[in-house]
């Protein structure tokens, strides 16, 4: 079955500007996550859904949100850019939390 | 703050030998650990998990181990091949609290 898709893959953006990701999760999955990785940081989690709902938020200002769709897609927007928001955003998907995840290949945003 | 450390950024290790992680958490409530792969430009791979009722997870050359009582958990590769160099990241459920990963380089 498809994989975790995400899209754009590649995006450069301008300082103040705003963007929105999208996540297609694999068919059946009702939870999605959503992770910021930056040079030297890790994985840092930003939020994550179930059927719709944000079950989950990790310590990142108002700017970064998100939202589930009925169909489980999720996209999640972050206004006001900062430079240092460049990063790649992963997301990942399960049947449930607790289960075995699986992630995108990442959308890449760049601030300039 | 950070829940769960991996305090070793990085990690040297000769071809056929043994290659250990560390990873250290501080919430006990913690149940659940995850060890995720992660080559370059792509997104982290699901490797091997464990459960807090158990000690010891086997799934081929990759071993993770879990000492509750010390908040501690280990990943063995055994034996380390060239292919394993990657970065990878020890995670706590259930908010996938995550460390920092470590970069394995295993040499032939």
């Known amino acids: 079955k498809a994989g975790v898709t995400q899209t754009p893959r590649y995006l450069i953006k301008t300082r103040g500007q705003q963007v929105t990701l999208s996540c297609s999760p694999i068919?059946?999955?009702?939870?999605v996550s959503w992770y910021q990785q930056t040079p030297g940081q890790g994985l840092q989690f930003l939020f994550e859904?179930?059927?719709?709902?944000?079950?989950n938020k990790g310590n990142f200002p108002g700017r970064f949100s998100g939202r589930q769709f009925s169909n489980s897609r999720s996209e999640m927007n972050v206004s006001t850019l900062e430079l240092g928001d460049s990063a790649l955003y992963l997301c990942?998907?399960?049947?449930?939390?607790?289960?075995?995840?699986?992630f995108g290949e990442g959308s890449w945003l760049t601030v300039v | 703050d950070q829940q769960v450390k991996q305090n070793s950024p990085s990690l040297s290790v000769q071809e056929g030998r043994i290659s250990i992680l560390n990873c250290d958490y501080t919430n006990s409530m913690f149940d659940y650990f995850l060890w995720y792969k992660k080559y370059p430009a792509e997104g982290p791979t699901f490797l091997i998990s464990i459960s807090s009722i158990k000690d010891k997870n086997e799934d081929g050359r990759f071993t993770v181990f879990l000492n509750k009582s010390a908040k501690h958990l280990s990943l063995h590769i055994v034996p380390s091949q060239p292919g394993d160099s990657a970065v990878y990241f020890c995670?706590?459920?259930?908010?996938?609290?995550f460390g920092k990963g470590t970069s394995l380089l295993v040499t032939p």
């Open positions: 068919s059946g999955h009702r939870s």
């Open positions: 859904y179930f059927s719709e709902t944000q079950r």
């Open positions: 995670a706590a459920l259930y908010a996938l609290n």
């Open positions: 990942a998907s399960s049947l449930d939390a607790g289960l075995t995840i699986y």
